[in-house]
């Protein structure tokens, strides 16, 4: 696997001196949310054209840091059409950017039924699900256009909450371009983590074909939810997931979520053992 990071998680510097220590912290790749990394200019969607894109991906490049994910974690289930409308542009000016970018995926998280992007129990109804696959089929549409993949996430407090529920959006929208994102931690609530393992198999049985790219963090069950944290530092047991990687997904981008600057080479040191001593 290429090991990596959550860029916005790494020590807060400016932009080109943040990927150089990227490389020298040992990562092999980032997941770029560009508002949240990038400080000194505007990351508006005007402000994405082929040059910056071309500044970007060369500032990687020089550093050996592959872009594995363009984060665009908006809400596409959004019941404000003017909201809704923005977000949707947002997203086709990030696939419009990855095309020239020639980053791994453009990554979204399913969202709720509101404006405020939190949970609700219509979160797991039917209709919050038709109303996220009609708002994903034109972004998936262009992204076919543009020679994009799309990649969503499933999370159980979202409107994709498990397995199954992903496996439907792929097969409905039924395009090459629309992939997953495999975080295990985010298929798991304070209700069924203690089921981890069948639910990180079930994962894997459902939708491996089709996982572009895996996030990898832990957890700990906190006052009635869970906590998420660095890898090593909770509860969460890899070994399923890094056998995936091991015998199916050669090469695959894998980055760290949820780490501190003081603590993600514990993170990296952590999964690395794991995975050498499979």
Known sequence: MQLGIRLHDTKELPFEERIADVHNLGFACGHLALAK????????????????????????????????????????ANPNPV??????????????????????????????PNETYSFVPECHGEEALRTFIANLRPVVKYAEQMGVVVAIEPVWRHIVYGPRRARRVLDEIASPNLQIILDPVN??????????EAIVEEAIDVLGSDVAMVHLKDFMPMDGK???????????????????????????????????????????????ELYHNM
């Open 37 to 76: 990394v990038i400080k000194e200019f505007p990351t508006t969607d005007e402000a994405l054209t082929p040059g910056l894109a071309m500044y970007i991906k060369n500032v990687f490049a020089r550093n050996q840091v592959d872009i594995a994910v363009l984060g665009c974690y908006l809400n596409l």
């Open 83 to 112: 909201q809704l409308k923005k977000a949707t542009d947002r997203y086709m000016a990030h696939v419009r950017f990855a095309s020239w970018l020639g980053c791994g995926v453009v990554g979204t998280e399913t969202g709720a």
């Open 187 to 196: 298929l798991l609530d304070f209700c069924n983590y203690q089921e981890q």
């Open 226 to 272: 869970l906590q998420a944290m660095g890898c090593g530092l909770g509860m969460m047991k890899y070994e399923a997931v890094l056998r995936f990687i091991k015998e199916r997904k050669p090469y695959i981008h894998v980055t760290l979520e949820d780490t501190k600057p003081e603590n993600n080479q514990q993170a990296r040191a952590h999964i690395l």
